[in-house]
């Protein structure tokens, strides 16, 4: 059974940093795209981050880029999502990912989600 398991999650004032982790079972996924979405109330899920394989390539949104870095362990089976400089836009549910398609955004396995609150 394949499960991907976020924590990290939590309350953070603006400016702040957070590090998201996602810890993979069921499977190896170290040949596989895995990424980081979120999902704002009154919102739909849009994507943040994806890493390749070998952690060489990486992939960001416009929004994220220059303030959050992807990373992934391989040995681990664990991805990272290191979150600083946090804005209030970016509250959500972040949700990791397994699988992804860059392209259509989707993703063939989803973790339960952690929330991150941006709030003075």
């Known amino acids: 059974q394949v499960q991907l398991v976020e924590s990290g999650g939590g309350l953070v004032q603006p400016g702040g940093s957070l590090r998201l982790s996602c810890a993979a079972s069921?499977?190896?996924?170290?040949?596989?795209?895995m990424g980081w979405f979120r999902q704002a109330p009154g919102k739909e899920r849009e994507f943040v981050a994806a890493?390749?394989?070998?952690?060489?390539?990486?992939y960001y949104a416009d929004s994220t880029k220059g303030r959050f870095t992807i990373s992934r362990d391989n040995v681990k089976n664990t991805v990272y999502l290191q979150m600083n400089s946090l804005k209030p836009e970016d509250t959500a549910v972040y949700y990791c990912?397994?699988?992804?398609?860059?392209?259509?955004?989707?993703?063939?396995?989803w973790g339960q989600g952690t929330q991150v609150t941006v709030s003075s």
């Open positions: 890493i390749n394989w070998s952690g060489g390539r990486t």
């Open positions: 990912a397994a699988d992804v398609n860059r392209i259509t955004k989707g993703a063939g396995y």
């Open positions: 069921g499977r190896t996924f170290s040949s596989s795209v």
